[in-house]
């Protein structure tokens, strides 16, 4: 029996992101054009009605820039 609900979740392809926001920086699109890279964050409701999140990311050398380009993509999609 699953103990989690899924409420919502929200798919990041870094690849997209760094084209639409590079502003014709070649730094930010050599970031993440390298690998195919997506992110996934999660909303879970148990069954007792509490609220869990998770995001998951690759822990490469951009892991802190993910975590900033995610978190702002979630708090788009309220």
């Known amino acids: ?12 392809e870094f690849n997209q992101l760094a084209m639409a926001n590079a502003e014709g920086s070649d730094d930010m699109l ?10 996934l964050a999660a909303l879970l409701q148990t069954k007792e009605g509490a609220f869990e999140a998770g995001i998951h990311l690759l822990n490469d050398n951009q892991f802190l820039f993910k975590i900033e380009k995610i978190l702002n993509e979630c708090s788009k999609s309220k």
């Open 30 to 39: 050599n970031r993440v054009m390298t690998k195919d890279n997506i992110g």
């Open 1 to 12: 029996m699953n103990r989690f609900s899924l409420i919502k979740e929200h798919l990041v």
